[in-house]
C-alpha cells in the first residue's frame, strides 16, 4: 500500500462548482499535513496546511480525520485559475520527519 | 522569503556523463529533497538528507548519489547518465515535519 493516496482525476468541473478531493495515508505517526498546488511545468507549491480542527482560506476548506486517516480539501466557486494539480502531503513522524508526496490529482476548471 | 535556488533550469547532457544538479536553501532548513517527476508517475523521492553530511535513500536512489557538505547546499549526482534519467528533477528544503519549499526545477535531457 502507498503511504500516501489520491485519486489521479482528472476532475473536469464547470467554473462555479465545488469540487472536493480526499487523500488517504498510512502512517499513524504522521503529524503534518499539507496541501500543495502544482501548475503544469512548474514546481508545486504550498496551498495550505491541514490542522486537526479543519481550516479555511478563502475559498478552500481543509481537514483532517486522524481516526481514519485521511485529508480532504474542498474548493468552493471552482475557477479557471484552479487549474492544477492538487498533491496530498503527509510528514512521516520519527525524528527526521521527512515529507512524503502523494501522486496529486488533476482539475481542470471548464468554463 | 525562502528562497530554493537549482542552478540550472535545463541542461542537456550525454549519455555516460557525470551530472551535477546543485541546490542551495537560504533559511537554514536542515531537511533536503531530491525528487524527480515524470508524467503520470508523480514525485518520486530520489535521497533526503536530515543535516551535513546525513541522507537517507528514497523510492529510486539507483543511479544516483548526492552529497551535503554544507547545510545550505544538496548536491544530485548523476554517475553515468542514461536516457531514462531524463526528466524533471525538483529540489526542497524544509524544517523538519513543517512544509517544504521547492526550487523552480532541472529539466534534464540525457541524449
Known amino acids: 500500500r502507498k503511504e500516501v493516496e489520491q485519486d489521479p482525476g482528472p476532475f473536469n468541473v464547470p467554473e462555479g462548482a465545488t469540487v472536493a478531493f480526499n487523500c488517504t495515508y498510512s502512517?499513524?505517526?504522521?503529524?503534518?499535513f499539507f496541501w500543495y498546488r502544482q501548475d503544469c511545468r512548474k514546481e508545486p507549491k504550498l496551498l495550505m496546511s491541514?490542522?486537526?480542527s479543519g481550516n479555511e482560506d478563502g475559498r478552500f476548506t481543509a481537514q483532517l480525520n486522524r481516526a481514519s486517516q485521511y485529508i480532504s480539501l474542498l474548493i468552493r466557486d471552482s475557477k479557471l485559475s484552479d487549474s492544477a494539480t492538487y498533491l496530498c502531503?503527509?510528514?512521516?513522524?520519527?525524528?527526521?520527519?521527512?515529507?512524503?508526496f502523494g501522486t496529486g490529482t488533476l482539475l481542470a476548471v471548464q468554463p | 522569503d525562502v528562497k530554493v535556488t537549482q542552478s540550472s533550469r535545463y541542461l542537456v547532457k550525454r549519455t555516460g556523463e557525470k551530472v551535477f544538479l546543485e541546490c542551495v536553501q537560504d533559511?537554514?532548513?536542515?531537511?533536503m529533497f531530491w525528487y524527480r517527476q515524470d508524467p503520470g508517475l508523480g514525485l518520486r523521492l530520489i535521497y533526503f538528507?536530515?543535516?551535513?553530511?546525513?541522507?537517507e535513500k528514497g523510492d529510486i536512489p539507483e543511479g544516483y548519489s548526492v552529497s551535503r557538505e554544507k547545510k545550505e547546499r544538496f548536491s544530485l549526482i548523476l554517475e553515468s547518465a542514461s536516457t531514462n534519467q531524463t526528466s524533471m528533477y525538483l529540489c526542497?528544503?524544509?524544517?523538519?515535519?513543517?512544509?517544504?519549499?521547492f526550487g523552480q526545477g532541472t529539466r534534464l535531457t540525457v541524449v
Open positions: 533559511m537554514d532548513h536542515e531537511n
Open positions: 491541514v490542522y486537526s
Open positions: 538528507s536530515y543535516d551535513v553530511k546525513m541522507k
Open positions: 526542497a528544503s524544509s524544517f523538519p515535519g513543517q512544509a517544504a519549499f
Open positions: 502531503v503527509v510528514s512521516a513522524g520519527g525524528a527526521t520527519n521527512k515529507l512524503i
Open positions: 502512517n499513524s505517526a504522521s503529524q503534518s
